[in-house]
């Protein structure tokens, strides 16, 4: 991992930015996305996409995106060959994605899979766990693991999970968790009560074969040293 300084003048101020850079080659680019950042491009030039190509001196293109409250390891295109190729492994689920999330409270289980059908409200930005299959539902299904439990003076028992996603659906991994009584810390749309921190779920790490050059790429970021992440700082998966 590389950190690169960006300066970006965006009406009517000059922003700069630090970019960890994960992985770089002339094909692809995994980054790690700031909470709080957009993923995708919004017209304030205050998004991954655009810093990526002001730091690659062109056109970057998304491959997945992430909640603007969720930071971590984002895979990006330099070209459009390589965009294709990239957004088709995504579609065949032939890209790993794996996330750390804290939960308000203790899975029923210390391992185990949820598998859901999720109906998602695109007036309300938000989705639903419904019981039935009709238009606009759709399946979704992840795998997690427990790695950790605290017992905290402030907001009571909190736990670390490993999260391998099946399926991407839109805030995926909150409502699955949320429908089971766990909310993710912070997560205050899904019915968490903690409202010192954002949605507490980061992109650890991304693994999948390079489609242009046959390499293994596992990029790998942790999250920032804030809480409620600095209450597992000795807890995160050994790699």
Request: net charge positive.
């Amino acid at each position: 991992m590389h950190i690169c300084f960006i300066e970006h003048w965006c009406s009517p101020y000059t922003m700069r930015f630090l970019m960890d850079i994960l992985f770089e080659d002339k094909h692809i680019l995994i980054c790690e996305k700031p909470v709080g950042m957009s993923s995708e491009p919004n017209g304030s030039g205050n998004d991954i996409v655009t810093l990526a190509s002001l730091y690659t001196g062109h056109t970057c293109f998304p491959i997945h995106r992430l909640d603007q409250t969720t930071g971590g390891a984002i895979v990006l295109a330099k070209t459009r060959d390589s965009s294709a190729k990239l957004s088709a492994m995504v579609q065949n689920r032939n890209v790993s994605k794996e996330y750390l999330a804290i939960v308000d409270g203790i899975p029923a289980e210390e391992h185990g899979t949820m598998q859901d059908l999720l109906f998602r409200d695109s007036h309300k930005n938000k989705s639903f766990v419904v019981t039935r299959m009709r238009t606009g539902v759709r399946n979704a299904s992840l795998e997690y693991r427990l790695l950790s439990t605290t017992d905290t003076d402030s907001c009571g028992k909190i736990s670390l999970v490993l999260i391998k996603l099946h399926t991407g659906r839109t805030h995926q991994i909150r409502v699955q968790f949320a429908s089971r009584e766990i909310p993710l810390l912070g997560d205050r749309k899904y019915g968490s009560r903690e409202n010192r921190c954002t949605t507490a779920l980061w992109s650890f790490r991304i693994h999948f074969k390079h489609p242009m050059t046959g390499e293994i790429i596992n990029a790998v970021s942790f999250p920032k040293r804030t809480w409620p992440w600095t209450e597992f700082n000795a807890d995160y998966p050994d790699i």
